[in-house]
């Protein structure tokens, strides 16, 4: 989220694979986690893409950021419908094979900015990773 307390909507990606939509607007936050199938396939794919430790794993993340300049949850809920419509699993089939890469966006692993993860979020990913794998 902003740092300086703006308005904003983040989307946050294992590679290309999209797991979450947050949304910020000033005290209010509205967050959506997208189905278990775009989990899956970032196991999957982290998998095909040889990513076998959680520091491997989690210097995957990133977040594209985007200015919020509607109603917090309508915005919030609307990306995250369209991601779910975009994202066929035929798609992320694909993004699989890929490692988690778009395979009709290549990709330069320098130009892609991990995120910074807090070890309270490190640690709930690594513990969210551990109760899916126990499922």
Same mark, same amino acid.
């Given at each position: 989220?902003? %740092?300086? #307390? @703006?308005?904003?909507? &983040?989307?946050?990606?294992? %590679?290309?694979?999209?797991?979450?939509?947050? @949304?910020?607007? #000033?005290?209010?936050? $509205?967050? &959506?986690?997208?189905? $278990?199938?775009?989990?899956k396939a970032i196991d999957r794919a982290a998998m095909v893409a040889g990513k076998k430790t959680a520091q491997e794993y989690v210097g995957e993340w990133r977040r594209t950021s985007y200015p919020l300049? *509607?109603?917090l949850a309508e915005t919030v809920d609307a990306i995250a419908a369209s991601i779910e419509v975009e994202? *066929?699993?035929e798609r992320l089939h694909a993004l699989v094979d890929h490692g988690g890469w778009d395979p009709a966006n290549p990709h330069d692993a320098q130009t892609h900015d991990p995120i910074e993860i807090d070890e309270e979020t490190r640690a709930a990913i690594v513990r969210a990773d551990v109760a899916d794998a126990d499922a």
């Amino acid at each position: 989220m902003s %740092r300086r #307390g @703006g308005s904003e909507v &983040v989307v946050i990606m294992w %590679r290309d694979i999209p797991a979450q939509i947050n @949304g910020k607007a #000033g005290a209010d936050k $509205h967050q &959506v986690i997208l189905p $278990h199938r775009f989990q899956k396939a970032i196991d999957r794919a982290a998998m095909v893409a040889g990513k076998k430790t959680a520091q491997e794993y989690v210097g995957e993340w990133r977040r594209t950021s985007y200015p919020l300049t *509607t109603d917090l949850a309508e915005t919030v809920d609307a990306i995250a419908a369209s991601i779910e419509v975009e994202f *066929t699993n035929e798609r992320l089939h694909a993004l699989v094979d890929h490692g988690g890469w778009d395979p009709a966006n290549p990709h330069d692993a320098q130009t892609h900015d991990p995120i910074e993860i807090d070890e309270e979020t490190r640690a709930a990913i690594v513990r969210a990773d551990v109760a899916d794998a126990d499922a």
